[in-house]
């Protein structure tokens, strides 16, 4: 099913959702237009969206176009959810005092299901999905005293295009900069807009003197739809170095830090996704000493499986954009294995950035973020 396809049954669906409790958020005396008004409307949209999508993508001020329908359509889920959620308490008072809610008590929860529905509405869209967090964690490397101070800051799922420009990709690079990590490393889905791609990978370029130890990439699943072979010339002609299933020595002597990098693999495939990753895993740790530190760059988290198996000290991912809806801090849907946050396991760590940016845009309970990872013996 192309996306496409699959987006407008998505809106389908939440729009038929919001009409059928649409008695409990709009008011007995409008109803009847309001309602008439909300088909009206989400059909308009959903032919537009199958008609012109991704055609409408080049269109100068698309991203503000897609960013009100993609807030239109969270307001209807706020709405539905709220709404179902008055519904059955309405239900449940009226069985159990065996009198009907009065209609003034009525109209009074008609005006509050708007109220925290527009608020999450345009809190997501408009504020948590732009702000990005500078999250530091603590990397115990006792056992490798010559670690001790080490910093290392890692950026993922920036999605370069409509929702993240190439000047905040210079402002959030500055940022990360100032904070004078000794090593950027990236897990993927960066340059995702052929437009902007050639620019964007000239000023990461021009950043990486500000990092002693070096910049490196890995690559996404969104590198790999937008052209790879071409990022990979762009990127052959710059500093940033690209590991694609090998390593790379950082310090050398007793416990050496080696750095290992792996192509992006869908967990889809199953058993054949499985043997994939494990064979990308042995040619990246092929010529890496037992005894050094080893941190593993991928993109999708279900990396993190094959490094436990394998005792990789730490192991960086991205790809879930932290599920971008969540609840404290619990992704609402819960699509990978490894959703956000750290995992450990034995003396392996894995980590799956939210990432700082996403094709979708809005998050909400799931804000954006940069990773600082500061070693301490």
């Not at 109209?107 to 869209?125: E, K």
């Not at 809806?325 to 034995?346: S, T, V």
């Amino acid at each position: 099913m192309s996306f496409t396809i699959m987006m407008a049954l998505v809106m389908a669906v939440i729009a038929c959702s919001s009409i059928l409790l649409a008695k409990e958020y709009i008011s007995a005396n409008v109803y009847k237009s309001a309602r008439k008004k909300l088909i009206i409307i989400n059909l308009v949209v959903i032919v537009g969206f199958a008609v012109l999508y991704p055609k409408i993508l080049d269109f100068e001020y698309a991203s503000i176009l897609i960013k009100l329908v993609v807030m239109w359509y969270v307001l209807q889920v706020f709405l539905s959810i709220i709404a179902l959620l008055v519904k059955i308490f309405r239900l449940i008072y009226e069985k159990t005092s065996g009198t009907k809610v009065d209609e003034s008590r009525r109209r009074f929860l008609h005006g509050v299901i708007w109220v925290p529905a527009i608020s999450a509405t345009l809190y997501g869209g408009l504020y948590e999905s732009r702000n990005i967090e500078f999250v530091e964690q603590d990397i115990d490397c006792s056992a490798f005293p010559k670690l001790n101070g080490l910093k290392i800051a890692h950026l993922t799922d920036v999605h370069l295009g409509n929702f993240f420009s190439v000047r905040q990709f210079y402002e959030i690079l500055n940022e990360i900069a100032h904070k004078a990590p000794d090593m950027l490393v990236i897990t993927g889905d960066i340059f995702d807009s052929g437009k902007i791609n050639d620019e964007a990978i000239k000023i990461l370029n021009a950043f990486t003197p500000y990092f002693p130890f070096g910049v490196y990439f890995c690559w996404g699943n969104h590198e790999h739809i937008r052209g790879i072979k071409h990022l990979q010339e762009a990127l052959s002609k710059t500093n940033i170095k690209v590991l694609n299933n090998q390593s790379i020595k950082i310090l050398s002597g007793d416990k050496p830090l080696y750095l290992l990098g792996v192509d992006y693999v869908d967990e889809r495939g199953g058993q054949e996704s499985a043997n994939m990753r494990e064979q990308y895993l042995q040619k990246a740790l092929k010529d890496v000493p037992e005894d050094a530190y080893k941190i593993l760059l991928a993109h999708h988290s279900i990396f993190i499986d094959e490094a436990f198996k394998h005792n990789i000290n730490l192991t960086l991912t991205g790809h879930t954009h932290g599920g971008q809806f969540a609840f404290l801090g619990i992704p609402i849907i819960p699509m990978f294995k490894y959703m956000r946050g750290r995992f450990e396991q034995n003396n392996s760590i894995g980590y799956v950035s939210n990432g700082a940016g996403s094709w979708f845009p809005y998050r909400i309970g799931c804000p954006p973020e940069v990773t600082f990872f500061n070693f301490k013996a």
